[in-house]
């Protein structure tokens, strides 16, 4: 069964070595900071006109942009871009500073709408 969460894109702005698949940054949404686990690199895209560069991305590094699987450690309340464009924003700290620039694009299943917001539950994983 696919674990809650959503599917972001992201710009990697300043990170000091190699993103992988199940790094878990804490990502600051709104008021709350709770740690996502990176599930899966989608795709790298170029970060000015979206185009998808390459599928299933081993690793990403600064000055990357990507579509990424995010899966949170507690519950937690994301907005979609296509519904609230100015909501949709995060911004992920890792070694005492902003590291990447989130925006959600969409909710998985296992996530529920709550008032127009989606919330997605924590991971089933231990």
């Known amino acids: ?3 809650a969460g959503f599917t972001a894109q992201m710009i990697i702005l300043n990170h000091p070595g190699q993103i992988c698949a199940g790094y878990a940054p804490v990502l600051d949404c709104h008021t709350a900071h709770i740690a996502y686990k990176f599930a899966e690199l989608k795709e790298k895209i170029d970060c000015r006109s979206g185009k998808k560069l390459e599928d299933g991305s081993k690793f ?4 990357d942009a990507a579509i990424v699987d995010m899966v949170p450690e507690k519950p937690m309340c994301v907005e979609s ?3 609230y464009p100015l909501l949709s924003h995060f911004a992920v700290r890792d070694v005492r500073q ?3 620039w ?4 969409h909710p998985r299943e296992g996530c529920w709408s709550w008032q127009g917001h989606q919330v997605c539950p924590e991971s089933s994983e231990g």
């Not at 989130?102 to 694009?105: D, F, H």
């Open 60 to 63: 990403l590094k600064s000055g």
């Open 102 to 105: 989130v925006s959600s694009k």
């Open 98 to 100: 902003t590291v990447l």
């Open 1 to 3: 069964m696919e674990e």
């Open 81 to 83: 871009f296509s519904d």
